[in-house]
């Protein structure tokens, strides 16, 4: 009952109105409001009126437009950086340490053997001394006693070959090994895989138009000597061969490309490791494991600050690169050990072996420990960030840990776990942590994996693909080799991978000497001998053995932070601060403007109904013809429809019933304008209006 | 009335020019107090108590000060910077890496030029050290040495000191003389000079006036025969035309064995030469000259720039260099390789890698930091064809200094317009004035290092080298070999301390981007202004107006206003007393005008404005007004303060 009488209430006082005019409105916010300048207006003579009247709209403009760049600002999400730099008890970082090559000679020769011979001979053919300077890699069949053995289907797979370029706008390809086919591919590809980017690349060498010309020249039968192509001006300095690797779709096709190599040595390394590579992938993960460098011969000595490590505390992850690496404090299994002093005393010193004699001979030329300082959980790419640490010195590796923690989005484009990047994370076998090296190679194993229908095999395989080789994929090698220098599939990757939002860094400072000293390396070699090997004899030498200290600089850390330049608090205080400059505002005033034009729009409504109102009324009263209302009476109409409606609506009249309302109504009672003071309807009728309006 | 008198009042008529209402200034300013929007005034008014005034006086006016104190430190903090770093995983533009072997010149074909010069050296050598080098790859001539005039130590010679005394046995004659002269110490000797008797050193002598010499004293006679070598080298190299140089120097098919950029190969027509004065020719990778810059899109060693160097040990000057091995450099494509200064040395017989980590930073110009866009705003002329860095301002600088004091210009930086290299012929004076000028450019007397700035952005590449052994002892039978062959030389195997393996690669395509933003705009102060003003005062723009206006322009008029009246009464006064005539109604009317007070207008009220009648009975309840008693007692003003005022009153 109570609710119904309230809702009578409410829709009586709806259609009453505020129960004043616009004007009156007006005048009264400018009195009352908070905001400065309106008061000014009324308050004023008439010309400081005007004056006050447009400063105030001035000034509400400006304030409308300063709002619009503050805002403006806020939705741009700038960040500012904080530095800080000290020394603070960190986590050491955790440290791979790889040979940098992977698999021992000894052990692997086995299946490296034909290949070792056929690039052996190879070199035999290209590097032999010939008359004047053309050389001319004979070429000889199978007959040949010299060729024996040598398993040229291998070779044939992926062959090398010579492009003679005497000619130059007319290169012939010479094979090096007389195959029995007399028509070595004709090679009519417009293979310019070779071309860098911008064009200017030497020598495209795609094969001539009429690649028969070739294989005319090449093969003329039994010749153990093919007539040397065309004698050339011998003193241009031009090179006149250079080596190539023939990359073919499948085997016998004509989809061929020449990749090409201004160095011979360039060129065995590659095609050794793309011959490798196919020859190591069919091998069985725990055989190649086992192929590598185990940990207890390659980590001859360990000290973690002053407690004794040894190769137990490593980890071991096959790396695809460089075979058995160790990981020291990968934190993976334990809690990662933290260091609390700076300086090389209190950090990790290790003794490692590298035995260079037991290198790979075409697989990688350089020689030394490859080693990378990384986060805990993460895997390491030691390719990008490894460094190198030399046989026969002392390496000491200062380390800063430079971090770098940002915020997402929307502040930045980067993402916290990689959760939301769209690559399949194929080091996530590992259990190591998202990067974005990792996101990449991922993106172009995913890649291979689609377009050549096998996974190259140094990176993790996508289920259910197999690593490539020569034999179930013959074409692999064309494929990977277009692929790889495909920039549209590397823009793609780049695209699609995003970087970490905390990306820490280790800034080393490497410094090296020789180690051990001549007058100190005759003991050091005998027990570190007998240590590993449990033999009185030296079985280490200067170009094995290598010493790591890496440590904490005296300052460890230099992060820098993001922190949001323009949170909601200072947009709100900018905002207040703009409002309150220019006019004095605050929120209030915003709300009380806001009444007004409720109140106005109330007002508008009502005269709207009572305009219409008094339309129809009209019409009502043209059919009698009585005279016309008195301008008084229409005033009133118009003035006071709330009060006529509630005429309509039977309520006894106004007067009365407000006096009756008042007293018992709940709440804030009504504003108690001059205007809205009770009195008489005709006392305040059409003369306070005719004077208002 | 006269028409100019009718005018005039009907423009006061019209345009009535009324002063304020308060016609006294302590009325005034009570009437600020309570009309204004500033929060503190009021309170001084309507508190009651002398004690409670006062400190709302206080109050007030520590409000006030506070306003302007923070409103002054926002101002002068207004020019500060704020750094943001970003970080952007993209593909990269490759630097430029410019490679140079440290022995700028074949040795060989060097010899019709510095023959003389380096029998002269040994000849030092062996009168000083008492050792002649027996197995020298020059070619011996001992005995020519008494036939050929030994101008080279007749020019500058140099000199054994017996102790620190001032005697000094010369190199050519071999008699001891007097040394007068200011002396300056190279190295610092002066340190240990106690103890070591055999200093050498030499001497440099103003030509013009032979009596004023500089004595340059080395402790070490390594370092003292090196310089003097170098100063007689400059002056036969400044000789020498720059084609006949590039000639002498290493070619790229010398220097440069194989390449490989990006997994792909590549050789000497991506490299552009570059002839530098110290190191002859050097040669730059991606240098941009042909208009594209390449770019890395993947990290690692593999697809970096990878080269083999051919350096040619055997070919080295001795007495010029005695390091081995080759020098590189990663720039800007825009920027000038300051080899001799910034360059990293590459190792023979070892594998160099340099992994990358790029960095662009920016700074804020004027009024932010003094530092320059362009380089335009430097009153120094850039020598160099490259952009502008402060290594080039200051060489610049020091170049032209040489070139206004000396009259040529040195060796080892650019030549200004019409200006030629110092060479001993054409300028016998040169090397005097070179050093004396370079003392004063390192003491910062030249005023170098005022004139000079740094360039507000620069790109640096952070780079972390290591070494790995290379060839391997197993490979390195065949990497040999094949490295001959590429080079071409079919019988004699290369010997693998010639050789230099160097990788240059991005470690990953983070690009770095620290740059200042201005921490204030215009809006942000403004806004810092107003909420000083707010939580202070609650003021405004709008009370600073009122301030502004009642202050000085109100407080002025009425202080004008009192004195006209002063001056008037005091004519009229002075007029009554001549005529003893009554006041006349001009005065009256004047009065009117001018103060309002007189008039019967008030201020405009709620209610006056609406010319509202006002309520007969105010029976309705409403809110009382604060009922502040003080109010009542203000009798002048009552009028004006309607809406604080009970309504009743009236």
């Known amino acids: 009952m109570n609710v119904k009488k309230y809702f009578v209430r409410a829709l009586h006082r709806l259609q009453k109105g505020p129960g004043y005019t616009y004007k009156e409105l007006l005048v009264w916010y400018c009195d009352n409001t908070n905001t400065h300048g309106p008061k000014r207006i009324i308050k004023e003579g008439p010309k400081k009126k005007v004056i006050w009247f447009f400063l105030t709209l001035l000034f509400a403009s400006l304030v409308f437009w300063q709002w619009g760049i503050l805002i403006n600002t806020y939705l741009s999400y700038n960040v500012t950086s904080s530095l800080s730099i000290g020394f603070k008890t960190m986590k050491f970082p955790a440290v791979t340490v790889c040979n940098a090559n992977p698999f021992k000679y000894s052990e692997v020769k086995h299946l490296l053997k034909e290949l070792d011979k056929l690039i052996e001979a190879a070199l035999e053919r290209i590097l032999q001394p010939t008359h004047g300077d053309t050389i001319t890699p004979l070429l000889l069949n199978g007959s040949d006693n010299a060729s024996e053995g040598l398993d040229l289907a291998l070779w044939n797979q992926i062959p090398l070959v010579l492009i003679d370029e005497h000619d130059k706008d007319n290169p012939v390809i010479v094979e090096i090994f007389e195959t029995n086919r007399t028509a070595p591919g004709n090679g009519t590809s417009p293979g310019n895989g070779t071309a860098l980017e911008n064009g200017i690349s030497p020598g495209n060498v795609t094969a001539p138009g009429n690649g028969t010309a070739a294989g005319n020249e090449t093969a003329p039968g039994n010749g153990t000597t093919a007539a040397p192509p065309a004698p050339s001006n011998t003193t241009s300095e031009e090179k006149k061969y250079k080596l190539a690797v023939k990359l073919c779709s499948h085997q016998g096709s004509n989809n061929c490309t020449y990749r090409n190599f201004t160095s011979a040595a360039q060129a065995v390394t590659e095609w050794y490791i793309l011959q490798s590579t196919s020859i190591l992938s069919k091998v069985p993960l725990q055989e190649r494991i086992r192929m590598g460098y185990q940990a207890e011969d390659m980590i001859l000595a360990c000290l973690y600050g002053a407690e004794p490590c040894n190769y137990k505390n490593f980890t071991q992850i096959y790396h695809p690169d460089h075979g058995n690496c160790y990981i020291f404090n990968w934190g993976m299994d334990k809690e990662a050990l933290n260091s609390s002093n700076p300086g090389a005393e209190f950090g990790l010193k290790l003794i490692l072996d590298i035995s260079q004699q037991d290198y790979i001979p075409y697989l990688s030329s350089a020689a030394g420990a490859r080693l990378m300082l990384h986060q805990q959980k993460s895997f390491p790419f030691l390719k990008d960030q490894g460094i190198y640490a030399m046989a026969g010195t002392e390496t000491s590796i200062g380390v800063l840990v430079d971090e770098l923690e940002r915020m997402g989005y929307p502040y930045s484009d980067c993402t916290m776990n990689g959760s939301d990047v769209p690559v399949k994370n194929l080091y996530s076998e590992y259990n190591t942590s998202y990067s974005i090296q990792a996101c990449l190679r991922s993106c172009f194993q995913n890649h291979m994996a689609e377009i050549c229908g096998c996974g190259h095999y140094m990176f993790p395989l996508p289920e259910g693909v197999t690593y490539c080789n020569n034999d179930d994929n013959p074409g692999w090698a064309y494929c990977y080799s277009s692929l790889r220098s495909s920039i549209r599939q590397r823009q793609i990757c780049i695209d699609s991978c995003k970087e970490t939002c905390n990306d820490t860094q280790y800034k080393m400072t490497i410094s090296m000497a020789d180690w051990p000293s001549e007058a100190s390396e005759d003991w050091i070699f005998h027990i570190l001998s007998y240590e590993r090997d449990m033999s009185t004899n030296v079985t280490l030498d200067r170009n094995g053995i290598i010493k790591l200290n890496i440590y904490f600089q005296e300052y460890n850390y230099r992060t820098i932070s993001e922190s949001a330049a323009t949170t909601i608090v200072w947009l709100l205080s900018s905002l207040g601060g703009q409002f309150g400059f220019w006019m004095g505002g605050s929120v209030l005033c915003l709300i009380e403007f806001g009444e007004i034009i409720i109140d106005s729009l109330w007002i508008t409504v009502i005269n709207i109904i009572g305009w219409c109102k008094g339309l129809k009324q009209k019409r009502a009263q043209a059919r009698y013809p009585d005279a016309p209302p008195t301008v008084s009476e229409l005033v009133e109409a118009h003035t006071n429809l709330g009060f006529q409606h509630e005429e309509a609506g039977a309520v006894p009249s106004h007067g009365t019933a407000r006096g009756e309302a008042l007293p018992p109504e709940p709440g804030t009672p009504p504003p108690n304008y001059d205007s809205l003071r009770v009195r008489p309807l005709d006392a305040l009728g059409p003369d306070s209006d005719a004077e208002t309006e | 009335m006269a028409p100019g008198k009718k005018i005039t009042a009907r423009i006061k008529r019209t345009l009535p020019v009324r002063g304020p209402q308060a016609p006294t200034l302590s009325e005034l300013m009570r009437w600020y107090c309570l009309n204004t929007n500033t929060h503190g005034c009021r309170r001084i008014v309507v508190s009651r108590g002398r004690l409670r005034r006062f400190i709302w006086i206080l109050l007030t006016l520590s409000a006030v000060g506070l306003i302007l104190w923070q409103c002054a430190e926002l101002l002068l903090n207004y020019y500060s910077a704020s750094v943001s770093v970003t970080v952007q995983f993209q593909k990269l533009p490759f630097p430029a890496v410019t490679i140079c072997n440290i022995n700028p010149y074949k040795y060989s074909s060097m010899k019709d030029y510095l023959s003389e010069l380096d029998k002269e050296t040994k000849k030092a050598l062996e009168t000083f050290y008492g050792f002649s080098e027996g197995k020298s790859k020059v070619r011996r001539s001992a005995g020519d040495w008494n036939e050929t005039e030994s101008h080279f130590s007749r020019q500058i010679p140099l000199l054994k000191f017996e102790d620190f005394s001032k005697t000094a046995t010369d190199l050519r004659s071999g008699r001891k003389r007097k040394i007068e002269g200011s002396v300056f110490h190279k190295d610092s000797s002066i340190v240990n000079s106690g103890d070591s008797n055999d200093i050498i050193g030499f001497q440099l002598c103003d ?410 009975e105010s029976h309705l309840p409403r809110t009382p007004p604060p009922n502040y008693s003080t109010l009542r007692l203000e009798t002048a003003f009552t009028e004006q303060l309607p809406d604080t005022l009970e309504a009743g009153q009236h």
């Not at chain 2, 050097?282 to 810059?293: L, P, R, V």
């Not at chain 2, 002329?381 to 200094?401: D, P, R, T, V």
């Not at chain 2, 052994?469 to 290369?494: A, F, H």
């Not at chain 2, 001018?594 to 509202?612: G, K, Q, S, W, Y």
């Open chain 2, 207 to 616: 030509a013009n006036n032979s009596s004023e010499c500089a004595l340059y004293t080395f402790s070490s006679g390594v370092n003292a025969i090196q310089e003097w070598y170098k100063l007689h080298y400059m002056n036969i190299m400044a000789q020498i035309p720059l084609e006949t140089k590039e000639e002498l120097s290493y070619s790229a098919d010398d220097l440069l064995l194989t390449c490989f950029f990006d997994g792909l190969s590549c050789d000497k027509r991506h490299f552009t030469r570059f002839h530098h004065p110290l190191h002859g020719n050097c040669y730059t990778f991606n240098s941009g000259e042909n208009g594209t810059i390449l770019s890395t899109s993947t990290g690692g060693s593999e697809y970096g720039l990878q080269v083999v160097l051919y350096i040619d040990e055997a070919d080295y000057n001795p007495f010029l260099v005695t390091s081995t091995g080759a020098k590189i450099i990663v720039h800007d494509q825009d920027e000038y390789p300051f080899i001799e200064d910034i360059g990293t040395e590459i190792e023979t017989a070892a594998a160099t890698s340099i992994g990358m980590h790029f960095t662009r930073s920016r700074k804020l110009s004027k009024p932010y930091s003094d530092c320059t866009e362009t380089g335009a705003d430097i009153p120094v002329e850039n020598l160099y064809n490259k952009s502008y860095s402060l290594q080039i301002c200051l060489h610049s600088c020091f170049q032209k200094a040489m070139v206004e004091s000396c009259g040529c210009a040195q060796y080892t930086q650019p030549l200004p317009a019409g200006a030629e290299y110092c060479n001993y012929k054409k300028n016998p004076n040169w090397m005097y004035c070179y050093y004396r000028l370079h003392e004063k450019f390192v003491k910062e007397q030249l005023g170098c290092q005022q004139i000079c700035k740094d360039a507000c952005s620069f790109k640096e590449w952070a780079l972390t080298t290591s070494i790995a052994q290379w060839p391997s002892v197993v490979s390195e039978d065949w990497m040999l070999r094949v490295l001959s062959w590429d080079k071409g030389q079919k019988i004699n195997k290369l010997n693998k301390t010639d050789l230099a393996n160097l990788m240059v690669f991005y470690k990953d395509l983070n690009e770095r981007f620290i740059s200042e933003n201005p921490t204030n705009t215009l809006v942000i102060l403004l806004s810092n202004f107003g909420g000083q003003l707010g939580l202070w005062m609650s003021c405004s723009v709008v009370c600073v107006i009122e301030i502004v206006e009642v202050f000085f322009i109100d407080s002025l008029s009425i202080v004008m206003r009192r004195q006209w009246q002063k001056a008037k009464k005091w004519w009229n006064d002075r007029k009554r007393e001549g005529s003893g005539k009554p006041p006349q109604v001009g005065d009256v009317e004047r009065q009117g005008h001018d103060n309002p007070v007189c008039i019967d207008e008030d201020l405009p009220t709620f209610n006056t404005a609406l010319r509202l009648p006002l309520p007969q």
